[in-house]
């Protein structure tokens, strides 16, 4: 669409001449498709709406100011949203990786959160380069549902005790889960009350459908804490507000030297591997959502990386796309990158009109809306019919969630990777040992199958306990797959026994 006709479709927006959305940049302008249309409008307000709660809560939870997760919506809409890769998903600041960046700044302080940031998304480009995108598919689904639910624990353990304005809030996954017990008298009543209503309006609010449909959950949940306990001047922990460019922390030559330190390295390819891998399996259940063109995997994650790599030196959070704000997209009935771009933009322009209203936001509130946000990550519905039908899954999943509380995130992930893949070795490691006793002529061993150093004791235990006094033909050709150690094992066992052969 030429920009005649875009100036036309924001003036229906009743936007003034002098609005700063009037003086977009061309650049900016250029980026949105030609089919722009009144859809990809209305979809990108539904977005923005639903993104502003949600970018702010974020960022209260990982332990860094407000603004902080507003800047990362807006890179993810003008950056991310304008690169090629998925069409229709949405990316900012996402509760998947609110644990893992409230470990690194408590860790390391919140002027080391830009360097670990871009260095994530120089990772995540130099993946995207080398054509790794497409396979983040080949990870376990079990490996991320686990990893999901066990962020989801912490994240509502952690946000617990938000929702009662209680402090200090224990550093450990298992300290949070057993400071719950005490957690009633350390908590503030009224904050308290705020929280659960909160969280009782983001549960009903959908059923209310008419109601619904102007206003997203999220935004209706938030704004209804704001108003009451503004009216009854309920003494509750509000949004401490600083602005928009005092919360931005470019990075420091001191903080980049920390790259150098084993322990910040393997923080910032847990970023980059937990952002890429959340990323794109949000895209692959996006593309599931509407008819439009597909990801392209490796491109996406460069978008992602370039996202993230403006975020770093913002020193703003890390971003991934984000399904509930994709599948608001999608529903909203956007059809091109487009709305996701407009989205950014409604958050610059909130971001730089109206700083104050972030003020009025209770603590509690936004804890509530943390709280839903991770009961949700928890797949309770999916677990007693995955028990059922791959029980091996089942426990891979409930391994790596309950690895992720009693450990931290990227240890929890790599338990988890290693049982599956242990799983995985087990199930493919089949090996069947079958003997026929052809009388004078001796017996026949047929072994068939992948003979691995998991069912050694299984081969050997079948090959010691025929007769020493028999002729024995030991027959391999059914083997698809012999290791070392059962090469090795093989070798021995016919070299102690004088009356065998091998075909």
């Not at 089919?35 to 539904?46: C, E, M, N, P, Q």
Request: one cysteine or more; hydrophobic letters at 55%.
């Amino acid at each position: 669409m030429r920009h005649a006709a875009i100036s036309r479709s924001l003036a229906r927006l009743s936007l003034t001449p002098d609005s700063p959305a009037r003086r977009l940049p061309r650049r900016l302008i250029r980026c949105l498709p030609r089919r722009f249309s009144r859809a990809d409008l209305g979809a990108s307000l539904v977005v923005f709406l639903v993104a502003l709660p949600l970018c702010v809560g974020v960022a209260v939870a990982s332990g860094v100011p407000a603004e902080l997760g507003l800047i990362t919506g807006i890179v993810g809409g003008l950056v991310a949203g304008a690169l090629p890769g998925s069409s229709l998903q949405v990316s900012g600041p996402a509760a998947g990786l609110t644990v893992l960046v409230y470990e690194a700044v408590h860790t390391h302080g919140p002027a080391a959160l830009g360097v670990l940031v871009a260095a994530a998304g120089l990772v995540q480009i130099g993946l995207g380069v080398l054509r790794i995108g497409r396979w983040f598919r080949a990870v376990s689904v079990a490996v991320v549902q686990g990893m999901l639910a066990g962020i989801g624990l912490v994240l509502v353990a952690g946000q617990v005790y938000a929702m009662g304005d209680a402090a200090p809030v224990p550093a450990s996954g298992v300290g949070k889960v057993l400071g719950l017990a005490a957690l009633p008298g350390a908590s503030d009543p009224v904050a308290l009350a705020v929280g659960v209503g909160t969280v009782v309006v983001l549960v009903l609010w959908p059923r209310w459908r008419s109601a619904a449909r102007l206003l997203p959950a999220p935004l209706a949940a938030i704004g209804l804490a704001a108003a009451v306990t503004g009216a009854f001047g309920l003494p509750v922990r509000r949004v401490e507000v600083r602005g928009l460019f005092d919360a931005v922390q470019l990075p420091s030559p001191a903080s980049a030297g920390l790259l150098t330190q084993a322990g910040v390295v393997g923080t910032v390819l847990a970023f980059a591997l937990i952002a890429s891998a959340e990323s794109l399996f949000s895209a692959a259940a996006v593309d599931r959502l509407h008819g439009g063109p597909r990801t392209d995997y490796d491109k996406e994650l460069i978008a992602q990386g370039a996202g993230n790599t403006v975020c770093g030196v913002l020193g703003a959070l890390p971003m991934t796309a984000v399904i509930v704000r994709s599948a608001a997209n999608v529903g909203a009935g956007a059809r091109t990158k487009a709305s996701r771009i407009l989205h950014g933009v409604w958050l610059l322009l909130f971001a730089a009109v109206l700083p104050a209203a972030l003020g009025l936001i209770p603590v509690a509130a936004l804890a509530g809306l943390l709280v839903h946000a991770g009961c949700k990550l928890v797949p309770v519905r999916e677990l007693v019919p995955l028990w059922r039908e791959h029980r091996g899954e089942a426990v891979v999943l409930a391994v790596t969630a309950f690895a992720i509380v009693a450990t931290n995130l990227f240890e929890g992930v790599l338990a988890g990777l290693a049982l599956a893949v242990a799983k995985t070795a087990w199930d493919i490691s089949h090996v069947q040992v079958r003997t026929e006793d052809r009388g004078a002529a001796g017996l026949v061993v047929r072994v068939a199958g992948n003979a691995t150093f998991l069912r050694l004791p299984k081969l050997l235990d079948a090959l010691e306990a025929l007769p020493a006094d028999r002729d024995v033909r030991l027959e391999l050709s059914g083997l698809r797959h012999l290791d070392h150690a059962c090469a090795t094992a093989l070798e021995g066992w016919v070299a102690g026994r004088v009356r065998t052969t091998v075909s």
